[in-house]
């Protein structure tokens, strides 16, 4: 069993940053596919950044390529989301979610297992 506890969300005005963390206990996270997720009021749940296990390509959803970063820390068993020139549009609830199987494909929020409770992002104009 995998539990994930996200932390890092805030206010923060348009334009700037926040770097999101999540932190992994249960098992080690090196071999997992992790992803960040989020969803804002009224909205279905929607994909946001995925890094394979074990390294390899980075995806994002488009809306945020360019001014986010997924990475992780093994060492650390965490993964972070480095976000950038934030809008107001990225005002969500941001879920971390894991999966040791890559099973739809991992834009797919059927894919992941393991969800955190989540961290509230919220950009003001």
């Known amino acids: 069993q995998v539990q994930l506890v996200e932390s890092g969300g805030g206010l923060v005005q348009a334009g700037g940053s926040l770097r999101l963390s999540c932190a992994a206990s249960?098992?080690?996270?090196?071999?997992?596919?992790m992803a960040w997720f989020r969803q804002a009021p009224g909205n279905e749940r929607e994909f946001v950044a995925a890094?394979?296990?074990?390294?390899?390509?980075?995806h994002y959803a488009d809306s945020v390529k360019g001014r986010f970063t997924i990475s992780r820390d093994n060492a650390k068993n965490t993964v972070y989301l480095q976000m950038n020139s934030l809008k107001p549009e990225d005002t969500a609830v941001y879920y971390c979610?894991?999966?040791?199987?890559?099973?739809?494909?991992?834009?797919?929020?059927?894919?992941?297992?393991?969800w955190g409770q989540g961290t509230r992002v919220t950009v003001s104009s």
């Open positions: 979610a894991g999966t040791y199987y890559s099973g739809r494909g991992l834009k797919e929020k059927t894919t992941y297992e393991y």
């Open positions: 249960g098992r080690a996270l090196n071999t997992y596919h």
């Open positions: 890094i394979p296990g074990g390294g390899g390509t980075t």
